[in-house]
């Protein structure tokens, strides 16, 4: 069975940090590209960040650039997104997801999901 388990959310303070955990299982880690997406309620789910597993590329968005840094621990199948800075603004559910195309926040071309996680920030 494909798994994609998200990890590490909760509520904190704006200028604050967390690091959110994607533990993938049920297929071959190192093929894939692996995303992180998140959705505010009544707002299109955005793509932030992506990893390619096989050679450690990534690629930010705009608005989590230089606060947000994505990585891979491939031993454990697990990928990080490590948030600094947090404002109000960065308050969603934020989710993993896995691709076989790399280097793209495009939704339609991740396969496998997560169930996400919430972060809150406050004010």
């Known amino acids: 069975e494909v798994q994609l388990v998200e990890s590490g959310g909760g509520l904190v303070q704006a200028g604050g940090s967390l690091r959110l955990s994607c533990a993938a299982s049920?297929?071959?880690?190192?093929?894939?590209?692996i995303g992180w997406f998140r959705q505010a309620p009544g707002k299109e789910r955005e793509g932030i960040s992506c990893?390619?597993?096989?050679?450690?590329?990534?690629y930010y968005a705009d608005s989590v650039k230089g606060r947000f840094t994505i990585s891979s621990d491939n031993a454990k199948n697990t990928v990080y997104l490590q948030m600094n800075s947090l404002k109000p603004e960065d308050t969603a559910v934020y989710y993993c997801?896995?691709?076989?195309?790399?280097?793209?926040?495009?939704?339609?071309?991740?396969?496998?999901w997560g169930q996400g996680t919430q972060v809150t920030v406050s004010s």
């Open positions: 990893i390619t597993i096989s050679d450690s590329s990534t």
């Open positions: 997801a896995a691709s076989l195309i790399y280097g793209t926040l495009t939704l339609e071309l991740y396969e496998y």
């Open positions: 049920g297929f071959s880690f190192d093929d894939y590209a």
